[in-house]
């Protein structure tokens, strides 16, 4: 059974960092794109950054510079989610997700549809 826990949601100032993880069980990140998504209240889900199986990184306008994905398959299956000069605009609840559909590639533009496993999310608020 896949399970994807992410932790390291909180609540920061404009201008502060904030770093997520996602811890997987059940499957290999190495088979996997691997990806986080927020959805903001009223809004869809957004793909924020993605990482495939060979370690290309794809992210979304609003957060490239600021925003750094990267994965660790050395000991536990963790996924991180670095994010600086965070803005009130990322305001979100963030989701971890991995999906297959590619053969552990990433489709560009990444979509929510295309990720078969999500975990429950970690909420980030960034105030003004």
């Known amino acids: 059974q896949v399970q994807l826990v992410e932790s390291g949601g909180g609540s920061v100032q404009a201008g502060g960092s904030l770093r997520l993880s996602c811890v997987a069980s059940?499957?290999?990140?190495?088979?996997?794109?691997m990806g986080w998504f927020r959805q903001a209240p009223g809004k869809e889900r957004e793909g924020v950054a993605v990482?495939?199986?060979?370690?290309?990184?794809?992210y979304a306008n609003s957060v490239k510079g600021r925003f750094t994905i990267s994965k660790d398959n050395a000991n536990q299956e963790t996924l991180y989610l670095q994010m600086n000069r965070l803005k009130p605009e990322d305001t979100a609840m963030y989701y971890c997700?991995?999906?297959?559909?590619?053969?552990?590639?990433?489709?560009?533009?990444?979509?929510?549809?295309?990720?078969?496993?999500w975990g429950k999310g970690t909420l980030v608020t960034i105030s003004s």
């Open positions: 997700a991995a999906g297959q559909r590619f053969g552990g590639y990433c489709s560009d533009p990444v979509a929510y549809y295309d990720m078969d496993y």
């Open positions: 059940g499957l290999t990140y190495a088979s996997y794109c």
């Open positions: 990482i495939d199986k060979g370690g290309t990184t794809m």
